[in-house]
């Protein structure tokens, strides 16, 4: 077992005009699954008059939603045959594309059923079908299939050092970890460095949302439901930017975290790269079995890691993701069949598959027992305090605060300009635009998605024509975007394509720039594009010159005076090495995308971003 899933993949999606959270909610989504509920036989699916019911399923329970779907399909006895069809779309992206008006050329076919991670979501489609003038709503109170409470995951000795479970451990004590000089060396432990948090964003991840709901209400000291003034409260706005202060870096996705983390752990580094992370309880559960991104390939065991997570469930109360189940759409007999899928889901038989999941049963019949055990890192009786789910104007303002209360950014974009990225982006058409066209249009448009005060910068690379030689061209300096944009963009739109693809030490020379001037206040790193392999004229030093690069990433990240640039790659095309750009990647404890079709580009850069 390897676990070197670092590389995101994403399909070609077009892409229309958006505001920031807009654009946030489209920009990633997870790889859609095969559509096709199972039973019922070849017969079934070919037959026309067969009722099929479209269900949009957030990923982390698309496995389990498919194996149900199978079992109801072949157990139904009513008129006619029904398929139940789960596909895996992100919570976020089908939030978004349902408020908006659900755009089957772009989206795929319109579900009947929808199942986010948590009825946060339908809250935030609700508020934003209504801004939008759209009367789309999905109900408050939908019916629920499982349940996972929000946790901060943290190392084993770390949990102990703060004296938990014993002793209580909530956002509070966390933001007091996360602006205290020394916190943990004042604990006995100066080798494990400064606190660490990691967190998704909001505008994409279940979890992100969940936490940043969980340390408002702590920050406002509010049991029951917060409202918009309490969110402006300097006391509230001052405790988020404290937690904020001390993220690793943010992702789309937590399993981005724990893949990084279960590496570190195979390196006994797991207590220098993150302290805490926060993720649901079912994460914490995957992570101890040795399965950290919750899936397991055909073949694939588990090996469990060397120092376990445990679940710290907030003093101040947490929320539970949901997963509530819509009917969002359909003819008659479409809702119909949702509503006793919905119902089948339910029965005490199918819940205590849920369990086996990782998740609690939604229904309160089926009690909570293995693998909700302690011997896992979780507690069945915790959470102690529930939170209520905010009110959707509230998670908006919310959304809106993080924008401008996130850890701010350092940032080197590092863009490949070889003779390469000029072939057409798409096969067989020639007069259209080349990959390079749509690199620079995704960049720019990414920038959008940056704060003002974030520091970035554009450096290409490529080879000399005549010497061969590697050539690193400065176009713009690292510096606050709000006097960058401009600038920037005039550089990218000026970009053109020239020679060779002198990778490793491109990939080198940016983290040395953003090492020389590390801001610890700032989340350093790199975005690297390109097209190909290392081509530096001088192949026979490759394999050294790559093993020395990953060494000294990874030294950069390791170590109690650990100054972490983090260095997100992009394979662009079919020709980029998407191993070895998986593996610089994992070697400073980012992450790897794949946009193997350039089509994707604008989403997979957007997905980077999502970082910062």
């Known amino acids: 077992m390897t676990h070197d899933r670092a590389t995101r993949r994403f399909p070609t999606q077009r892409r229309q005009g958006t505001t920031r959270a ?5 920009a990633v989504a997870l790889l859609t699954g095969a559509c096709g509920g199972g039973g019922g036989g070849e017969q079934a699916a070919e037959d026309d008059n067969c009722t099929k019911v479209p269900a949009a399923v957030s990923s982390e329970k698309i496995d389990l939603m498919k194996e149900l779907a199978e079992d109801f399909n072949r157990a139904w006895d009513g008129q006619g045959c029904v398929r139940v069809e789960p596909e895996s779309v992100s919570s976020g992206r089908a939030a978004t594309a349902l408020a908006d008006g659900w755009n089957s050329a772009e989206m795929g076919t319109e579900p009947v059923l929808w199942s986010p991670a948590s009825s946060s979501w339908g809250a935030i489609t609700n508020q934003r079908s209504s801004d939008g003038g759209n009367k789309f709503t999905v109900p408050n109170d939908p019916p629920t299939f499982m349940l996972t409470p929000l946790v901060i995951a943290m190392p084993q000795p770390m949990a102990d050092a703060l004296g938990y479970p014993e002793k209580p451990v909530g956002w509070k004590d966390l933001l007091a970890l996360s602006t205290e000089t020394d916190a943990w060396a004042k604990r006995g432990h100066p080798e494990w460095g400064q606190f660490k948090l990691g967190k998704p964003t909001p505008h994409l991840s279940p979890s992100g949302l969940s936490a940043r709901a969980d340390q408002n209400h702590a920050a406002a000291g509010a049991k029951d439901n917060l409202s918009v003034e309490q969110l402006k409260a300097k006391k509230v706005v001052d ?27 195979r390196r006994d580094t797991a207590l220098t790269y993150a302290s805490a992370v926060a993720v649901e309880e079912k994460s914490v559960i995957d992570y101890n079995s040795g399965n950290p991104d919750g899936v397991l390939d055909p073949g694939e065991k588990p090996r469990k890691p060397r120092i376990p997570l445990v679940s710290i469930y907030p003093t101040e109360g947490t929320l539970y993701s949901d997963n509530p189940l819509y009917v969002v759409s359909g003819t008659q007999a479409q809702k119909d069949a949702a509503d006793k899928f919905i119902k089948f889901l339910q029965e005490p038989t199918n819940q205590k598959k849920v369990l086996a999941f990782g998740f609690r049963p939604g229904n309160p019949e089926v009690p909570v027992g293995n693998p909700i055990v302690a011997k896992n890192g979780v507690d069945p009786d915790q959470p102690a305090t529930t939170l209520p789910v905010p009110d959707p104007k509230v998670l908006d303002a919310i959304l809106n605060a993080w924008d401008t209360q996130r850890k701010g950014a350092r940032v080197l974009m590092m863009l490949d300009v070889s003779g390469s990225m000029s072939e057409p982006a798409t096969a067989g058409d020639p007069g259209g635009p080349t990959k390079l066209d749509l690199a620079k249009q995704a960049a720019s448009t990414a920038l959008d998605e940056f704060k003002a005060d974030d520091e970035v910068g554009l450096r290409t690379f490529t080879t000399d024509e005549n010497t061969g030689q590697p050539v690193y061209d400065d176009l713009v300096e690292i510096k606050e975007l709000g006097a960058n944009a401009e600038g920037l963009r005039t550089a990218l739109r000026e970009l053109r394509p020239r020679n060779g693809t002198p990778l490793f030490g491109a990939a080198e020379q940016a983290f040395d720039e953003i090492k020389s001037g590390y801001d610890p206040t700032r989340i350093n790193a790199v975005i690297l594009l390109t097209d190909g392999i290392n081509e530096d004229g001088d192949p026979a030093d490759d394999d050294a010159q790559f093993k020395a690069l990953t060494n000294k990433l990874r030294a950069g990240s390791e170590g109690e005076a650990a100054t972490p640039v983090r260095m997100f790659t992009i394979a662009y095309g079919e020709g980029a090495s998407t191993g070895q750009l998986s593996a610089i990647a994992e070697a400073s404890d980012a992450a790897a995308y794949d946009s193997s079709d350039p089509d994707a580009i604008d989403r997979v850069f957007t ?3 999502s970082n910062f």
């Open 22 to 26: 807009r654009v946030a909610l489209l």
């Open 239 to 265: 405790f988020n930017k404290g937690i904020e202060s001390s993220v690793v870096h943010y992702g789309d996705i937590t399993m981005t975290f724990l893949n990084n983390w279960f590496r570190a752990d």
């Open 607 to 609: 997905a980077v971003v």
